[in-house]
């Protein structure tokens, strides 16, 4: 990237209980938020974890973060 910033497609994203979906945290590599995913997943909550790459402008696969 010419412009000096860093960019981070991977998204870790949480789904409650509700259904009600969040974003845990953004990364530089796949394998880096899914190993975060993974280790989340581990502690035995009912939340759902994954990963899921976001375009240039911040939307995710299925638009759920526009």
Do not use: C
Not at 42 to 55: E, F, N, P, S, T
């Amino acid at each position: 990237m010419n412009d000096g910033t860093v960019t981070l497609p991977w998204l870790v994203i949480r789904q409650d209980d509700n259904g009600n979906r969040y974003s845990v945290g953004r990364y530089a590599t796949r394998a880096e938020a899914q190993k975060i995913a993974d280790s989340l997943d581990r502690r035995g909550h009912q939340q759902l974890y994954w990963v899921q790459r976001v375009d240039q402008n911040g939307r995710g696969g299925d638009g759920a973060f526009d």
